[in-house]
């Protein structure tokens, strides 16, 4: 019997293409995840990546009916037949729904679709007091109307956009997210996220040759987001849970939970919930 646990996020393991069950560390309990990037490919390529053979580019086009189909076998075994007794550790329960996979979720072209369909789901499994929908995202297409129109779509339910900030320092993250972008791309997608759903920042603090991320770096961090703290929902702060699958230069390592608590101490200057999870 395949026991799930936050040490393994394996999408292939129950044999579908597009959802997944894991049990989340920051969701607090079993995640149904939604991977749009059955191809491995992404827009960012972060060293830290789990991500086997992870290439640059689009999600390849997703089958809608093979999605939705997928989508309630899971619910019925979660909701109906004891997925949860049979395959997670007693006292788990379902959290969410993830827009969360081999790549950036937003960058499919039905995702818009995709979302209606979640929230079909929802309402005939009568879940929308039990659940949260949320996208975890890299960001960088908050702004496409395509993307605003069918986050913004999610009325009844709850929503969270879990936005990923691992540095703002042009240097790191050219380094750490191995993309060439600029503060004022990030200021107008942490805007459009905003405007439509609750928003969370998400950063994977790591030591890289032995390095823990600098006062420096920490300190400007603090300084951008000092902006958003007043809309901010909160701050997640994590380290490395499983190994790095990406062929990188540098030797990248796990911080430990006082380390990651320190830098947490720091970051609550913020009037922001800032959570550590290790």
């Not at 039990?130 to 069918?150: A, E, F, P």
């Amino acid at each position: 019997m395949k026991t799930l646990s936050i040490i393994n996020h394996d999408r292939t393991i129950f044999d579908k293409k597009y959802i997944y069950p894991v049990v989340s560390r920051r969701a607090g309990g079993l995640s149904l995840g939604i991977n749009l990037n059955t191809n491995n490919a992404c827009n960012w390529q972060c060293i830290y990546c789990e991500i086997p053979n992870l290439t640059r580019g689009k999600p390849e086009p997703i089958d809608i009916n093979l999605l939705k189909k997928e989508l309630y076998f899971w619910l019925e075994e979660i909701v109906h037949n004891n997925f949860l007794s049979k395959h997670t550790s007693p006292g788990t329960t379902f959290k969410d729904i993830a827009f969360s996979g081999n790549g950036e979720p937003t960058a499919a072209r039905e995702f818009s679709e995709v979302t209606q369909v979640v929230v079909e789901a929802i309402n005939d499994y009568k879940l929308v007091d039990q659940l949260t929908v949320r996208v975890i995202t890299n960001g960088s297409n908050m702004t496409n109307k395509s993307v605003q129109k069918g986050w913004a779509a999610i009325q009844s339910i709850r929503k969270e956009v879990w936005f990923k900030i691992d540095s703002v320092m042009d240097d790191e993250i050219k380094l750490i997210n191995q993309i060439n972008s600029s503060l004022g791309v990030t200021k107008n997608n942490i805007e459009a996220s905003l405007s439509v759903s609750p928003t969370i920042i998400q950063t994977c603090l790591i030591k890289m040759n032995g390095q823990l991320p600098s006062n420096k770096s920490i300190n400007a961090y603090i300084a951008f987001l000092k902006h958003y703290e007043d809309r901010l929902s909160g701050i997640h702060l994590y380290s490395l849970a499983r190994p790095s699958e990406q062929n990188i230069s540098i030797e990248i390592e796990r911080l430990t939970e006082s380390e990651l608590d320190q830098i947490a101490d720091k970051i609550r200057v913020l009037n922001v919930p800032v959570y550590a999870y290790i």
